[in-house]
């Protein structure tokens, strides 16, 4: 019997844990990349400064950072309160982006440039069109 009692008392205390308790289950689970995104205006923002610097030595790290942020634009345009109309053009765009970067052997084209800075353009004239007054659904419309 006092073998039984010391097995179950080594198994509940090697049952413990004494890291503080997850407060969602998502906690922990993934790091975000330093270089994503606040919102719409950061994201056109980010991808002009990595353009302009992929000249430099850090070409591959700023050619991986381009596919993230272009793979991240719909996601992150899709997070405002932009029409499906406003929404769809970023989102055509982007795409067609992200496969030219699959595609390319880790180096931007002139034509790639183009396209991206056409897309950071796109992305500044749907700006303005992102409301910071959201409808408010009174109890009756619901």
Known sequence: MR???LL?????????????????LFEGDHAVAAHWPSDLSDLASKLR????STISVSEKTN???IQDLIGWTAEIAA????SEADWMP?????EAIAANLRSAAGSLT??????????????DESIPKIS???????????
Do not use: H, M, W
């Open 3 to 5: 073998n039984f009692l």
């Open 8 to 24: 179950l008392l080594l198994v509940v205390a090697g049952c413990t844990n004494d890291e503080p308790a997850k407060t969602s």
């Open 49 to 52: 400064t990595r353009l302009e």
């Open 63 to 65: 050619f991986k950072e």
């Open 79 to 82: 997070d405002t309160n932009l």
């Open 90 to 94: 970023i989102y055509e765009k982007s």
């Open 110 to 123: 002139t034509d790639d440039r183009r396209q991206i800075d056409s897309l950071c353009e796109l992305i």
């Open 132 to 142: 910071d007054n959201l409808p408010v659904l009174k109890a009756r419309d619901l």
